[in-house]
């Protein structure tokens, strides 16, 4: 199952390569399709070329605003706390991929010191 990174990531390919900046033929067929089955949504005034610059700019502008969203909780991460807390471990190291900033908050309201 696609997410929306997914979705983005596809469709900027897609962009770029109408947009010359860079040549995927593995696309073509789905450049076609895209032309065929969107043929309503394109016209002299709304090209292709713009339906994906404003289907990205969609996506971009529904994810930072999902982002700007306060969590009601971050007790999912009271495990971070655990184990912080844990004399066992003299060094805790997290790692996270995630572009949003829940775990540094909830190290933040937690009064965990962290770099």
């Not at 995927?24 to 067929?29: E, G, I, R, S």
């Not at 289907?55 to 999902?66: A, D, K, P």
């Not at 190291?93 to 937690?110: A, F, G, P, Q, Y």
């Amino acid at each position: 199952m696609s997410n929306y990174e997914d979705i983005f990531y596809i469709l900027n390919q897609v962009y770029e390569s109408e947009m010359f900046e860079f040549e995927n033929p593995a696309l073509k067929p789905y450049i076609e399709n895209l032309k065929e089955n969107c043929g309503e949504l394109i016209s002299d005034d709304f090209t292709l070329k713009k339906l994906l610059k404003e289907s990205l700019r969609f996506i971009q502008c529904i994810v930072w605003q999902m982002l700007s969203v306060e969590p009601d909780t971050t007790e999912q991460f009271n495990v971070i706390n655990d184990f912080y807390n844990n004399q066992d471990y003299k060094h805790v190291n997290l790692l996270t991929l995630n572009h949003d900033t829940l775990i540094e908050n909830h190290l933040v309201k937690s009064k965990l010191d962290f770099r």
